[in-house]
Every structure is written in structure tokens, then in C-alpha cells.
Nanobody
Framework: VQLVESGGGLVQAGGSLRLSCAAS????????MGWYRQAPGKQRELVAA???????NYADSVKGRFIISRDNAKNTVYLLMNSLRPEDTAVYYC??????????????WGQGAQVTVSS
């Protein structure tokens, strides 16, 4: 299984970015797909996750600012990040899991995409 992220980069505080992630190499669909992030010196944390049925889970720090969505037919997940803050700076990892839910630790991980928010 390969998860390939795109859309990271540098943005000013208050700006927006959209991350995309396409899953390939699996004969099966994934129940949950999502995004985690890891900032320097910090633990990896859930940002947002979504099931194939549309149930979502967001970290409190991004609620109201980030929106997760997915295209089940394309095995693709998106993360629209609005009102970005410097504390959102991190490497963002796309994740997928065949059976787990939006709170489960995922089995599959992408290589990561850097998001840097300047003040």
C-alpha cells in the first residue's frame, strides 16, 4: 500500500492550504483515512480522520478551521486547512486503515508533507 501526499508548503499565518493523499496498491478499500502531524520535539498527533461513511474526528486545536473529506471511489483523502497558525507547522502524514475507526491508530502511513506557517 502506498499513500502519496501532495499540497504542503509555506504559507503566511491566516492563509490556507489543501493537502491531498492518494492510496494505491491495495485491492481493498479503507474504512478510515486521515491525517496526523508531528512538530519538532513533539509527539505525533491526530489532526483529523474520516470513515468511508463520512464520520469524522478532529483534534480540538483544528476544529472550525480544518475540514477533512474523501473520495471513496478514488481512495483519496483531503485536508483543507484554513486560518493557519504558526503552531500548525509540522510534517503532516496521510494515514489509512482497512478496519479501524476514526480513533484507531492507523496501519498505513504516507511519507509526510511539510507544512510551514510563518508569522
Amino acid at each position: 500500500v502506498q499513500l502519496v501526499e501532495s499540497g504542503g508548503g509555506l504559507v503566511q499565518a491566516g492563509g490556507s492550504l489543501r493537502l491531498s493523499c492518494a492510496a494505491s496498491g491495495s485491492m481493498f478499500s479503507f474504512n478510515a483515512m486521515g491525517w496526523y502531524r508531528q512538530a519538532p520535539g513533539k509527539q505525533r498527533e491526530l489532526v483529523a480522520a474520516i470513515t468511508s461513511g463520512g464520520s469524522t474526528n478532529y483534534a480540538d486545536s483544528v476544529k472550525g478551521r480544518f475540514i477533512i473529506s474523501r473520495d471513496n471511489a478514488k481512495n483519496t483523502v483531503y485536508l483543507l486547512m484554513n486560518s493557519l497558525r504558526p503552531e500548525d507547522t509540522a510534517v503532516y502524514y496521510c494515514t489509512a486503515d482497512r478496519f479501524g475507526g476514526v480513533s484507531s491508530w492507523p496501519n498505513y502511513w504516507g511519507q509526510g508533507a511539510q507544512v510551514t506557517v510563518s508569522s
